[in-house]
T-cell receptor
Framework: AQSVAQPEDQVNVAEGNPLTVKCTYSVSGNPYLFWYVQYPNRGLQFLLKYITGDNLVKGSYGFEAEFNKSQTSFHLKKPSALVSDSALYFCALSYSSASKIIFGSGTRLSIRP | DGGITQSPKYLFRKEGQNVTLSCEQNLNHDAMYWYRQDPGQGLRLIYYSQIVNDFQKGDIAEGYSVSREKKESFPLTVTSAQKNPTAFYLC??????????????FGPGTRLTVT
């Protein structure tokens, strides 16, 4: 069965420090992986996606994610965190154009000044 | 939140009443989706539609109904049969590809409270 997991409910980082939000997946076949961000009482905003090709994917707002097939991970990263990055982050997985997108449970990122 | 609108932003209903949530998109996307979001549970798929006049049940369709009469519109009705309807409801749309999975774009959501 296909699944996606975000092992951390909350991540706390000081402003200016690098941040990582973790995501692991399980799929038979090639994965399509996505990251979304949600601010309070708002819809989700698309950040980036991995379809194929380079393992390092760059996205919006300075975020990037590294696809690691051997570790079945797709961690979201940013070199220098901003207080405005504080939000709820979702990793999502699909495996074909005919399949649904499965969302992780979300990780709350808190950046302290 | 792109070209997807959901209305109203907040909705209050008495138990036993049906309620319809609106979702409209001007992105010319073929596919549309409805999700329910509860605290700590991520997003769960209620219904989705890949094309006008066709839709499929998602993981938690019981107590909900949809229609897709126009490409731009995908309203969701929360019926009185839905046992726990209080939640944040999100509508999304995407390009419908035959060989590629496209990202979904989300509306701002409707927070439904049933008492």
């Amino acid at each position: 069965a296909q699944s996606v997991a975000q092992p951390e409910d909350q991540v706390n980082v000081a402003e200016g420090n690098p941040l990582t939000v973790k995501c692991t997946y399980s799929v038979s076949g090639n994965p399509y992986l996505f990251w979304y961000v949600q601010y309070p009482n708002r819809g989700l905003q698309f950040l980036l996606k991995y379809i194929t090709g380079d393992n390092l994917v760059k996205g919006s707002y300075g975020f990037e994610a590294e696809f690691n097939k051997s570790q079945t991970s797709f961690h979201l990263k940013k070199p220098s965190a901003l207080v405005s990055d504080s939000a709820l982050y979702f990793c999502a997985l699909s495996y074909s154009s005919a399949s649904k997108i499965i969302f992780g449970s979300g990780t709350r990122l808190s950046i302290r000044p | 939140d792109g070209g997807i609108t959901q209305s109203p932003k907040y909705l209050f209903r008495k138990e036993g009443q049906n309620v319809t949530l609106s979702c409209e998109q001007n992105l010319n996307h073929d596919a549309m989706y409805w999700y329910r979001q509860d605290p700590g549970q991520g997003l769960r798929l209620i219904y989705y539609s890949q094309i006008v006049n066709d839709f499929q049940k998602g993981d938690i369709a019981e107590g909900y109904s949809v229609s897709r009469e126009k490409k731009e519109s995908f309203p969701l009705t929360v019926t009185s049969a839905q046992k726990n309807p209080t939640a944040f409801y999100l509508c999304a749309s995407s390009i419908s590809g035959s060989s590629v999975v496209y990202e979904q774009y989300f509306g701002p959501g409707t927070r439904l409270t049933v008492t």
